[in-house]
């Protein structure tokens, strides 16, 4: 939690003066017993309606600049809290997008969302009772402890022994709960894990007509979830009645042993100033239910800043340079030089992958699910760097370029489909203004895409919905192929990004793409898709099994043999060499 | 129905929930109610004990009895206490477990025209957030506001038995509380529903910029997106600081309030006892008094935050109710079970839509004979799923009718129909458990042995081998497994069963060509003799289908075989030769 503490600074002012004014507003709080003891001891002892009468004003004097002092904390509190909370997430998002893929994969997506959201909030709150309680609540304690010794040091023994006895009993009580509270928070993600698997997997449900079985599982972690529940319940409920027996007791052991005292004369105590004790004892025991609240929440705010300083520490493993390297525009448009790679799962993806791309050629890639053929596109866009070997984009290393500027060369049309919600404009753009509406319309044009786009009322400007919904998957791989032609890049990337089409369409688009001044590259499972590149790769298991056209490859290569003869029949395939 | 009686309604109707444990909440009740009675006496008892210490010495004959009185109530209270909080946690998580199962129990019988067409995180968020809401918001709510409203009239009670003028003060200086509190309870709950309503645009924004991290690295979109972000969150604070600082006037405020009644019963309290007699009030009474004050105000400020609770509380349940209302599919009680499927399967003038502006599926007629193979063609979006999900009745016919074994499909129950197709569809579902349980889904019973052949069959069996625990490896529907490998296992699940009717759903697209070269082998296997619709891509398969039904935009606009098809020289010919074009 220390770690955070840095975003603090930006708040000195209202880190001192917030607590300050929570002191200031305390120290009237316990001078107010003090007060009360006064009247009791000298203005009904006395009969002086005059002193009751001042030192009553006095009360009230003292409660509102009390309410003057917290108004002022709590404005304090509320500005810190939200302006940490917000400078964390501006942060935090930021440092998310310096990430490489290598890191996002090893913490998920989804658990990234909860980071930037719900635990953010949690340290936000414990910043907002750092600066309102936690001077105020342990203050209180001490302060009327103190007091407490002032009036009479021997009953002062009995607040020591109250403080030790609430703290003995606290500490056990709230372990055993914090421990409790986790097992259920596991039992409710596995009832939102089943909800989820229920709605995703509905229609297998009901093919397999398996909904009481599905019931069942539900209800048992429901159960589970209500055993735990209780447990908690029945542990955390003790701590309420064990506080008040403690402060009741106390309360009767200042009256029992004060009576003693006031009959002998010790400590000079009297009416007054046992009632004034007994006020302070009412004092602690709020302030030690503040603290146990502040416990709880400070344990939650240390798990979810542990889990934000999880990320922050996480260093992308891709830097980018500042300077562009030279280019050189003889030199292959792409090339590999044995390139190995592997995830951090184990097994090498790719192994000795060495290939050269010239300028406006157009390279198929092929192989089932699993030979790396996505894997050779994360390289290529340097979303991973290789384990061992060299890409090169243009003459030049591709660790030698800008990230931004190596971004710009490629644009990749990935497997799936995904839109931004915003405009379309927004979305065909990506944040670039040099991109016209001409442009966009003409990347629709050759995607294919125009037939649905020109249907669209507000055009370049209706409202794309989160996670494109409000288009269909064939539509949104059209607009995800025309994003990334707008951005008019040197190589042209398309990752299985045909796969929602049908024939007729996807062989149109192929055929305009392949009309476009670019350095082409595809990759496929469908044979036809990359039947008339200049030159095809074909990955078996990370290995290239064969590189060359596809009438050479028919011959030479017998993977690719058979991937073409389960999706033609032998006379198809003559003809398609017949035509190459 | 205004939106008052639907929280009326919702009261009413949670309140049922609770009525099953209404031995609990008797309980916790009575407990409540004594254990604040109670220790509202203690704090008599202590203002007599003080009393005793006089200036004049210690009146300990008279104290002692006092004192040991207050040391038995002591215990009896916190026993009480916990009682109540111990039945209140146990009613409410009850309550939790019956509603989340009712609303389970209640989605598994749900048209799926209600699932597809409803966000499934809002389903979700019923199911976890709103319960969470009512348990948290409305059943501990009722315990403070009853606990609150029993020491409200307990302390007024003993306060006007110990002296009604100063009581008169109290009362007098609390509505104050309770007009500030009102102010500022308005002021927080529209900056709170602002606040909500940013913090969800935020959430979303995360979500999906994160969840599309690849695309928007790939376009270096990072420094947009966080200036997209940043907006945002700008927004978030201004609101929220708003927000949390109206709020955390409440405390300070009500504070305030106390200090001023405890001011005032000083005072009085004291004028009033300067004044009395002996045997009048007493400066033991005044300490009582000033205990009171304290305890009876701050029920004052718990109400009001209990009552902004309850309403959002009651919000959360009326959304549940709202979910579990829906109407769940007509009741399949008194049908037949479809026994001996015979495999025939016969469209009649099927009329179908999911909306009844946009016919899709009209007057289709179809007659599939025994062991036959129908292909279903047609570009993307052309309603091929529309068709398996009238024929597994996941949806119902518009008008028309159904008839599998020549039986009226409406006329048997749903689970017999479905049990007689096996069914892999497009999009492949796992769940977490072990690999075994999920081949065995449709097949609880089944052997190892039985599971390990399904396996093999569908080529599974060597990519399980090579997971760590083999098929005890417990896998989830997140990460783990490819594509691919996920429709193997949906592949094999299906061998398992192997019923007499087949419906696969571009089973075969993601998976890679020489497996799906292999699979096709065991599928035509498994289709021989068997009845089989396929969503079919493959030349060959369509070819060989002894009917295709080639569909667009919805409708069925062919239906023959190939070489029918082929000579008509319609949409699939076309087709077919848009895919021979290179």
Same mark, same amino acid.
Request: hydrophobic content about 45%.
């Given at each position: 939690?220390?770690?955070?503490?840095?975003?603090?600074?930006?708040?000195?002012?209202?880190?001192? /003066?917030? !607590?300050?004014?929570? $002191? +200031?507003?305390?120290?009237?709080?316990?001078?107010?017993? *003090?007060? =009360?003891?006064? &009247?009791?001891?000298?203005?009904?002892?006395?009969?002086?309606?005059?002193?009751?009468?001042?030192?009553?004003?006095?009360?009230?004097?003292?409660?509102?600049?009390?309410?003057?002092?917290?108004?002022?904390?709590?404005?304090?509190?509320?500005?810190?809290?939200?302006?940490?909370?917000?400078?964390?997430?501006?942060?935090?998002?930021?440092?998310?997008?310096?990430?490489?893929?290598?890191?996002?994969?090893?913490?998920?997506?989804?658990?990234?969302?909860?980071?930037?959201?719900?635990?953010?909030?949690?340290?936000?709150?414990?910043?907002?009772?750092?600066?309102?309680?936690?001077?105020?609540?342990?203050?209180?304690?001490?302060?009327?402890?103190?007091?407490?010794?002032? /009036?009479? !040091?021997?009953?002062? $023994? +009995?607040?020591?022994?109250?403080?030790?006895?609430?703290? *003995?009993? =606290?500490?056990? &009580?709230?372990?055993?709960?914090?421990?409790?509270?986790?097992?259920?928070?596991?039992?409710?993600?596995?009832?939102?894990?089943?909800?989820?698997?229920?709605?995703?997997?509905?229609?297998?449900?009901?093919?397999?007509?398996?909904?009481?079985?599905?019931?069942?599982?539900?209800?048992?972690?429901?159960?589970?979830?209500?055993?735990?529940?209780?447990?908690?319940?029945?542990?955390?409920?003790?701590?309420?009645?064990?506080?008040?027996?403690?402060?009741?007791?106390?309360?009767?052991?200042?009256?029992?042993?004060?009576?003693?005292?006031?009959?002998?004369?010790?400590?000079?105590?009297?009416?007054?100033?046992?009632?004034?004790?007994?006020?302070?004892?009412?004092?602690?025991?709020?302030?030690?239910?503040?603290?146990?609240?502040?416990?709880?929440?400070?344990?939650?705010?240390?798990?979810?800043?542990?889990?934000?300083?999880?990320?922050?520490?996480?260093?992308?493993?891709?830097?980018?340079?500042?300077?562009?390297?030279?280019?050189?525009?003889?030199?292959?448009?792409?090339?590999?030089?044995?390139?190995?790679?592997?995830?951090?799962?184990?097994?090498?993806?790719?192994?000795?992958?060495?290939?050269?791309?010239?300028?406006?050629?157009?390279?198929?890639?092929?192989?089932?699910?699993?030979?790396?053929?996505?894997?050779?596109?994360?390289?290529?866009?340097?979303?991973?760097?290789?384990?061992?070997?060299?890409?090169?984009?243009?003459?030049?290393?591709?660790?030698?370029?800008?990230?931004?500027?190596?971004?710009?060369?490629?644009?990749?049309?990935?497997?799936?489909?995904?839109?931004?919600?915003?405009?379309?404009?927004?979305?065909?753009?990506?944040?670039?203004?040099?991109?016209?509406?001409?442009?966009?319309?003409?990347?629709?044009?050759?995607?294919?895409?125009?037939?649905?786009?020109?249907?669209?009322?507000?055009?370049?400007?209706?409202?794309?919905?989160?996670?494109?919904?409000?288009?269909?998957?064939?539509?949104?791989?059209?607009?995800?192929?025309?994003?990334?032609?707008?951005?008019?890049?040197?190589?042209?990337?398309?990752?299985?990004?045909?796969?929602?089409?049908?024939?007729?369409?996807?062989?149109?688009?192929?055929?305009?793409?392949?009309?476009?001044?670019?350095?082409?590259?595809?990759?496929?499972?469908?044979?036809?898709?990359?039947?008339?590149?200049?030159?095809?790769?074909?990955?078996?298991?990370?290995?290239?099994?064969?590189?060359?056209?596809?009438?050479?490859?028919?011959?030479?290569?017998?993977?690719?043999?058979?991937?073409?003869?389960?999706?033609?029949?032998?006379?198809?395939?003559?003809?398609?060499?017949?035509?190459? | 129905?205004?939106?008052?009686?639907?929280?009326?309604?919702?009261?009413?109707?949670?309140?049922?929930?609770?009525?099953?444990?209404?031995?609990?909440?008797?309980?916790?009740?009575?407990?409540?109610?004594?254990?604040?009675?109670?220790?509202?006496?203690?704090?008599?008892?202590?203002?007599?004990?003080?009393?005793?210490?006089?200036?004049?010495?210690?009146?300990?004959?008279?104290?002692?009895?006092?004192?040991?009185?207050?040391?038995?109530?002591?215990?009896?209270?916190?026993?009480?206490?916990?009682?109540?909080?111990?039945?209140?946690?146990?009613?409410?998580?009850?309550?939790?477990?019956?509603?989340?199962?009712?609303?389970?129990?209640?989605?598994?019988?749900?048209?799926?025209?209600?699932?597809?067409?409803?966000?499934?995180?809002?389903?979700?968020?019923?199911?976890?957030?709103?319960?969470?809401?009512?348990?948290?918001?409305?059943?501990?709510?009722?315990?403070?506001?009853?606990?609150?409203?029993?020491?409200?009239?307990?302390?007024?009670?003993?306060?006007?038995?110990?002296?009604?003028?100063?009581?008169?003060?109290?009362?007098?200086?609390?509505?104050?509380?309770?007009?500030?509190?009102?102010?500022?309870?308005?002021?927080?709950?529209?900056?709170?529903?602002?606040?909500?309503?940013?913090?969800?645009?935020?959430?979303?924004?995360?979500?999906?910029?994160?969840?599309?991290?690849?695309?928007?690295?790939?376009?270096?979109?990072?420094?947009?997106?966080?200036?997209?972000?940043?907006?945002?969150?700008?927004?978030?604070?201004?609101?929220?600081?708003?927000?949390?600082?109206?709020?955390?006037?409440?405390?300070?405020?009500?504070?305030?309030?106390?200090?001023?009644?405890?001011?005032?019963?000083?005072?009085?309290?004291?004028?009033?006892?300067?004044?009395?007699?002996?045997?009048?009030?007493?400066?033991?009474?005044?300490?009582?008094?000033?205990?009171?004050?304290?305890?009876?105000?701050?029920?004052?400020?718990?109400?009001?935050?209990?009552?902004?609770?309850?309403?959002?509380?009651?919000?959360?349940?009326?959304?549940?109710?709202?979910?579990?209302?829906?109407?769940?599919?007509?009741?399949?009680?008194?049908?037949?079970?479809?026994?001996?499927?015979?495999?025939?399967?016969?469209?009649?003038?099927?009329?179908?839509?999911?909306?009844?502006?946009?016919?899709?599926?009209?007057?289709?007629?179809?007659?599939?004979?025994?062991?036959?193979?129908?292909?279903?063609?047609?570009?993307?979006?052309?309603?091929?799923?529309?068709?398996?999900?009238?024929?597994?009745?996941?949806?119902?016919?518009?008008?028309?009718?159904?008839?599998?074994?020549?039986?009226?499909?409406?006329?048997?129950?749903?689970?017999?129909?479905?049990?007689?197709?096996?069914?892999?569809?497009?999009?492949?579902?796992?769940?977490?458990?072990?690999?075994?349980?999920?081949?065995?889904?449709?097949?609880?019973?089944?052997?190892?042995?039985?599971?390990?052949?399904?396996?093999?069959?569908?080529?599974?069996?060597?990519?399980?081998?090579?997971?760590?625990?083999?098929?005890?490896?417990?896998?989830?529907?997140?990460?783990?497994?490819?594509?691919?490998?996920?429709?193997?296992?949906?592949?094999?699940?299906?061998?398992?069963?192997?019923?007499?009717?087949?419906?696969?759903?571009?089973?075969?697209?993601?998976?890679?060509?020489?497996?799906?070269?292999?699979?096709?082998?065991?599928?035509?296997?498994?289709?021989?003799?068997?009845?089989?619709?396929?969503?079919?891509?493959?030349?060959?398969?369509?070819?060989?289908?002894?009917?295709?039904?080639?569909?667009?935009?919805?409708?069925?606009?062919?239906?023959?075989?190939?070489?029918?098809?082929?000579?008509?020289?319609?949409?699939?010919?076309?087709?077919?030769?848009?895919?021979?074009?290179?």
């Amino acid at each position: 939690m220390l770690k955070l503490a840095r975003y603090l600074k930006e708040f000195k002012l209202n880190v001192t /003066i917030g !607590p300050l004014c929570k $002191l +200031i507003e305390a120290i009237f709080e316990l001078i107010v017993p *003090l007060v =009360m003891a006064q &009247i009791i001891d000298k203005g009904i002892t006395n009969r002086d309606e005059t002193f009751i009468w001042q030192n009553g004003i006095i009360l009230i004097i003292l409660a509102v600049c009390g309410l003057l002092f917290a108004l002022v904390c709590q404005y304090m509190a509320s500005a810190a809290s939200q302006g940490v909370g917000t400078r964390l997430r501006s942060d935090l998002y930021a440092h998310i997008n310096t990430l490489s893929y290598k890191e996002l994969d090893a913490i998920g997506s989804s658990a990234l969302v909860t980071r930037v959201t719900n635990d953010v909030n949690q340290v936000q709150t414990a910043v907002a009772m750092l600066i309102r309680l936690v001077v105020r609540a342990p203050f209180l304690v001490i302060g009327a402890t103190i007091m407490s010794f002032s /009036i009479s !040091p021997g009953l002062s $023994l +009995i607040f020591f022994g109250t403080m030790a006895a609430i703290v *003995l009993i =606290m500490y056990p &009580i709230m372990k055993a709960t914090v421990k409790l509270f986790k097992k259920q928070q596991r039992s409710l993600d596995g009832i939102s894990r089943i909800t989820r698997e229920n709605l995703s997997g509905i229609r297998v449900v009901r093919a397999f007509s398996r909904q009481d079985y599905e019931k069942s599982r539900f209800g048992a972690e429901a159960e589970e979830y209500r055993k735990f529940a209780v447990k908690a319940g029945r542990i955390n409920a003790l701590l309420n009645p064990a506080i008040f027996i403690v402060v009741n007791t106390a309360y009767l052991l200042i009256v029992w042993i004060g009576g003693g005292f006031a009959a002998q004369g010790a400590d000079g105590l009297t009416q007054g100033k046992i009632i004034a004790l007994v006020n302070y004892m009412t004092q602690i025991s709020l302030a030690l239910v503040v603290v146990a609240n502040l416990v709880t929440i400070f344990t939650k705010a240390a798990a979810s800043s542990a889990r934000i300083n999880e990320v922050f520490d996480m260093k992308t493993s891709i830097t980018s340079p500042e300077h562009s390297p030279v280019q050189d525009k003889n030199a292959p448009a792409v090339s590999f030089n044995d390139v190995h790679f592997s995830y951090s799962t184990g097994d090498e993806a790719l192994e000795g992958v060495s290939f050269e791309l010239f300028r406006g050629e157009t390279l198929g890639i092929i192989g089932g699910t699993g030979s790396g053929k996505s894997t050779l596109v994360n390289l290529m866009c340097r979303f991973y760097d290789t384990s061992e070997g060299t890409i090169k984009i243009n003459g030049a290393d591709i660790r030698e370029y800008p990230l931004g500027e190596l971004r710009r060369i490629i644009s990749v049309v990935p497997q799936k489909a995904e839109l931004l919600s915003g405009s379309l404009r927004e979305n065909m753009t990506l944040g670039r203004s040099d991109i016209s509406d001409e442009q966009i319309q003409k990347a629709f044009e050759i995607a294919q895409a125009k037939e649905f786009t020109d249907t669209l009322e507000d055009g370049l400007d209706t409202k794309v919905l989160q996670g494109g919904k409000n288009f269909s998957g064939g539509q949104k791989q059209r607009l995800t192929i025309a994003r990334a032609i707008a951005q008019n890049s040197e190589i042209l990337i398309l990752d299985d990004s045909s796969s929602a089409l049908d024939y007729a369409t996807d062989a149109k688009l192929r055929k305009s793409i392949g009309e476009l001044p670019l350095t082409r590259v595809i990759i496929s499972q469908r044979a036809n898709s990359i039947l008339h590149a200049d030159k095809i790769i074909v990955l078996d298991d990370g290995k290239v099994v064969g590189m060359g056209n596809h009438a050479q490859l028919l011959k030479s290569c017998a993977v690719y043999r058979e991937i073409c003869l389960t999706q033609y029949s032998e006379d198809e395939i003559r003809e398609t060499e017949a035509a190459n | 129905m205004s939106k008052e009686n639907g929280k009326k309604g919702a009261l009413s109707r949670l309140l049922k929930y609770v009525k099953r444990s209404i031995g609990l909440v008797v309980l916790s009740m009575v407990c409540a109610a004594g254990s604040v009675l109670l220790s509202l006496y203690t704090t008599v008892l202590i203002g007599r004990a003080v009393d005793c210490i006089t200036a004049n010495g210690v009146d300990f004959a008279n104290m002692t009895p006092i004192l040991v009185k207050i040391a038995v109530i002591i215990p009896i209270v916190a026993v009480l206490q916990w009682l109540m909080y111990f039945s209140t946690n146990k009613i409410s998580h009850s309550t939790v477990k019956k509603l989340r199962t009712d609303i389970f129990a209640h989605l598994q019988e749900m048209p799926l025209s209600y699932i597809d067409a409803k966000s499934h995180g809002d389903i979700l968020s019923r199911v976890v957030n709103d319960v969470d809401a009512v348990s948290e918001g409305l059943l501990q709510g009722f315990q403070q506001l009853f606990t609150g409203v029993v020491t409200i009239i307990g302390t007024l009670v003993f306060m006007i038995s110990l002296n009604w003028q100063i009581t008169l003060v109290v009362v007098v200086i609390t509505p104050l509380s309770f007009a500030v509190a009102g102010i500022i309870s308005k002021l927080c709950f529209n900056k709170f529903r602002e606040q909500s309503a940013i913090k969800g645009e935020l959430t979303g924004f995360i979500d999906e910029r994160i969840g599309s991290q690849r695309l928007v690295k790939a376009f270096g979109f990072e420094k947009n997106a966080e200036k997209q972000f940043d907006e945002i969150n700008e927004r978030l604070n201004v609101c929220g600081r708003r927000a949390q600082f109206y709020s955390a006037l409440t405390n300070p405020c009500t504070r305030f309030v106390n200090s001023l009644v405890y001011a005032g019963v000083g005072i009085f309290g004291a004028l009033n006892a300067a004044k009395a007699v002996s045997g009048g009030f007493s400066v033991g009474d005044l300490s009582c008094f000033l205990q009171y004050a304290n305890q009876y105000t701050k029920p004052f400020n718990e109400i009001s935050g209990v009552i902004t609770e309850l309403q959002s509380a009651l919000a959360s349940a009326s959304r549940i109710f709202a979910l579990l209302d829906e109407k769940a599919e007509s009741s399949d009680e008194e049908k037949k079970v479809l026994e001996n499927c015979d495999g025939t399967v016969g469209l009649k003038d099927v009329y179908f839509s999911y909306v009844p502006e946009k016919p899709l599926i009209e007057d289709l007629n179809l007659d599939v004979k025994s062991g036959q193979h129908i292909a279903i063609v047609g570009p993307t979006g052309c309603g091929k799923t529309t068709l398996i999900n009238l024929l597994m009745r996941f949806y119902d016919v518009t008008s028309g009718e159904i008839r599998v074994s020549n039986v009226p499909i409406k006329d048997i129950t749903r689970n017999s129909l479905r049990a007689s197709y096996g069914i892999v569809l497009q999009e492949t579902w796992v769940f977490k458990g072990t690999v075994r349980e999920n081949i065995s889904y449709g097949k609880p019973d089944a052997e190892l042995d039985e599971v390990i052949a399904a396996a093999k069959a569908a080529h599974a069996h060597s990519f399980i081998m090579r997971l760590e625990n083999g098929y005890d490896t417990v896998i989830t529907n997140d990460a783990e497994l490819s594509q691919g490998q996920r429709q193997l296992l949906s592949i094999a699940r299906v061998m398992l069963s192997l019923p007499p009717m087949l419906i696969l759903d571009e089973a075969t697209s993601s998976i890679d060509t020489r497996t799906e070269m292999k699979i096709q082998s065991a599928f035509d296997l498994m289709t021989k003799g068997r009845t089989s619709f396929v969503v079919a891509h493959r030349l060959s398969t369509i070819r060989e289908a002894d009917c295709i039904l080639v569909m667009k935009s919805g409708h069925i606009v062919e239906q023959g075989t190939h070489e029918e098809l082929m000579k008509n020289e319609g949409f699939y010919a076309e087709l077919i030769k848009s895919r021979e074009e290179y």
